[in-house]
């Protein structure tokens, strides 16, 4: 028997668990990495308004921000905050079934960013004055991120994986 078949057997029968808080930062870490260089082509494409380096308005200067190793920065605090995202999600609904949930959590952290938190800051306007393109591109980001994050932990830490399709054993074709 070979070694992988030998773990496999150990991990359906339970006796392999993952970690969740590092499973959970992992997820967070490549969420934030992924979606904040996506935040960043958004902005350098002109679809949002706000700069990749957000989080990091109020502690350094707006002009740092624009620079390449502000864009850096503000890529690596996105990371920071979407691993601190994804532990609040572990913590909290990881048992929560299906994509649904983490849609709606990507959904409650652009309102509560956007709508409260970053106007009262002055890091960005007020809705009503930001514009379309750039709610439009951070609702999708903020709400993909959340699926990403949410889908992911669920899949890991519940039964996600008895609700795919079934194969024969040895065809690998869920068709035959």
């Known amino acids: 028997m070979s070694n992988q078949y030998v773990m496999e057997q150990a991990w359906h029968k339970g006796r392999i668990r993952t970690n969740p808080w590092l499973f959970s930062i992992e997820t967070g870490f490549y969420a934030g ?75 409650a952290w652009w309102v509560v960013l956007f709508g409260f938190v970053l106007p009262l800051l002055g890091i960005t306007k007020w809705l009503y004055v930001i514009g379309w393109n750039t709610i439009f591109t951070e609702i999708s980001i903020f709400t993909i991120r959340g699926l990403f994050i949410g889908f992911t932990i669920t899949f890991e830490f519940t039964d996600e994986a008895s609700r795919e399709p079934m194969t024969l054993k040895g065809l690998g074709n869920r068709w035959s």
């Open 33 to 107: 990495l992924f979606f904040g260089v996506l935040r960043w082509i958004s902005y350098q494409m002109k679809f949002t308004t706000v700069l990749p380096g957000f989080l990091l308005d109020n502690f350094v200067t707006h002009a740092f921000l624009k620079t390449g190793w502000g864009i850096v920065a503000g890529i690596a605090a996105f990371i920071g905050f979407s691993i601190v995202c994804a532990l609040i999600y572990m913590v909290a609904l990881r048992k929560m079934r299906g994509p649904w949930p983490g849609i709606f959590y990507g959904i």
